[in-house]
């Protein structure tokens, strides 16, 4: 079994900052990619931020610059720091992470549970 639990969502104003972490456990061998995605309503979910375990990182054009992602591989853990925030954020975030349960696995993709992200005066 393995989890993702994602923290770290709220209501923020417009140009205010949030932090959000995502947690994997359970049995796991190794991670490779742990990403960042997002789904507005009526809207389909798509790719926010991205990282490999070796520190590439990969962003959506509309959060350059304003989005950082970073990763603790000795926790498990991988971060995306928002700043100057805009209403059009307004998200449910997911945590996806692509790894192996064991040496002799396939690599398979795991999905937190999501944390909703509300910019708004």
């Known amino acids: 079994q393995v989890q993702l639990v994602e923290s770290g969502g709220g209501l923020v104003q417009p140009g205010g900052s949030l932090r959000l972490s995502c947690t994997a456990s359970g049995s796991i061998f190794s991670i490779n990619a742990m990403d960042w995605y997002r789904q507005a309503p009526g809207k389909q979910r798509e790719l926010v931020a991205a990282?490999?375990?070796?520190?590439?990182?990969n962003y959506a054009d509309s959060v350059k610059g304003r989005f950082t992602i970073s990763r603790d591989n000795a926790k498990s853990t991988v971060y995306l720091q928002m700043s100057s925030l805009k209403p059009e954020d307004t998200a449910v975030y997911y945590c996806?992470?692509?790894?192996?349960?064991?040496?002799?696995?396939?690599?398979?993709?795991?999905w937190g549970q999501g944390t909703q992200v509300t910019v708004s005066s």
């Open positions: 996806r992470a692509t790894l192996r349960t064991s040496y002799s696995d396939y690599l398979r993709l795991y």
């Open positions: 990282s490999t375990p070796g520190g590439s990182t």
